[in-house]
């Protein structure tokens, strides 16, 4: 299966009741499909929900802050949601709803074949490398096999976090530094330049 019938099928995608309720649309994903790096997030936001683009909202500039720190831009890399749906009220997403979108992320990881992932937050961390505690697991990389392919993997503290902590300029270089990780382990500029 390629990229776009991916998506379309899951443009219409019916599996969670609840999601199909409170999501306006379904937010695929946006950015390069041929990218070599893959960001996941936790789910849409309000924001998201209304655009129908992944981190759009406050948490998406603070990604672009820190994307811009390696010379990176949203179309030097693809970024998806660990669902694919806004929850009501932003609340955390079900076990059942990843697990409905556990093939959607499979699959999208496998035509994209990515260098590396990064995880932003919990949820998406625990999604893709089955370990908890984003504070303790951030910056660092891991490998780990998908699809009978190994992928190195940078989980980071979520966007949010900072903006729940009043914009702490202490965690923001600290989240700087672990942008520099995955910097560091795949120069990300020179890779596209190679692919035009
Ligand atoms: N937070 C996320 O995890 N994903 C988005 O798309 C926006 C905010």
Same mark, same amino acid.
């Given at each position: 299966?390629?990229? =776009?019938?991916?998506?379309?099928?899951?443009?219409?995608?019916?599996?969670?009741?609840?999601?199909?309720?409170?999501?306006?649309?379904?937010?695929? %994903?946006?950015? =390069?499909?041929?990218?070599?790096?893959?960001? /996941?997030?936790?789910?849409?936001?309000?924001?998201?929900?209304?655009? %129908?683009?992944?981190?759009? %909202?406050?948490? %998406?500039?603070?990604?672009?802050?820190?994307?811009?720190? #390696?010379?990176?831009?949203?179309?030097? #890399?693809?970024?998806?949601?660990?669902?694919?749906?806004?929850?009501?009220?932003?609340?955390?997403?079900?076990?059942?709803?990843?697990? =409905?979108?556990?093939?959607?992320?499979?699959?999208? /990881?496998? !035509?994209?074949?990515?260098?590396?992932?990064?995880? !932003?937050? =919990?949820?998406?961390?625990?999604? !893709?490398?089955?370990?908890?505690? #984003?504070?303790?697991?951030?910056?660092?990389?891991?490998?780990?096999?998908?699809?009978?392919?190994?992928?190195?993997?940078?989980?980071?503290?979520?966007?949010?976090?900072?903006?729940?902590?009043?914009?702490?300029?202490?965690?923001?270089?600290?989240?700087?530094?672990?942008?520099?990780? /995955?910097?560091? /382990?795949?120069?990300?500029?020179?890779?596209?330049?190679?692919?035009?």
């Amino acid at each position: 299966m390629e990229f =776009n019938d991916l998506k379309q099928t899951y443009l219409s995608c019916s599996k969670c009741p609840k999601l199909c309720q409170s999501r306006s649309q379904v937010v695929f %994903g946006s950015g =390069n499909p041929h990218a070599k790096v893959l960001f /996941i997030g936790e789910a849409p936001g309000a924001e998201e929900d209304k655009q %129908g683009i992944p981190f759009c %909202g406050s948490s %998406g500039q603070v990604l672009n802050q820190l994307l811009a720190t #390696i010379e990176l831009s949203r179309e030097d #890399i693809f970024i998806t949601n660990t669902i694919l749906c806004r929850p009501e009220n932003n609340r955390n997403p079900e076990k059942e709803e990843v697990e =409905n979108c556990r093939d959607r992320l499979d699959r999208l /990881i496998k !035509i994209m074949q990515p260098k590396v992932i990064v995880t !932003i937050g =919990n949820f998406a961390t625990e999604r !893709i490398l089955k370990k908890k505690g #984003i504070t303790t697991l951030r910056g660092k990389v891991f490998t780990t096999t998908i699809n009978s392919e190994e992928v190195k993997v940078v989980p980071v503290i979520h966007p949010a976090n900072y903006l729940y902590n009043g914009r702490n300029p202490e965690l923001f270089e600290s989240m700087k530094r672990d942008f520099q990780v /995955i910097d560091s /382990i795949v120069n990300i500029k020179k890779e596209q330049k190679k692919l035009m």
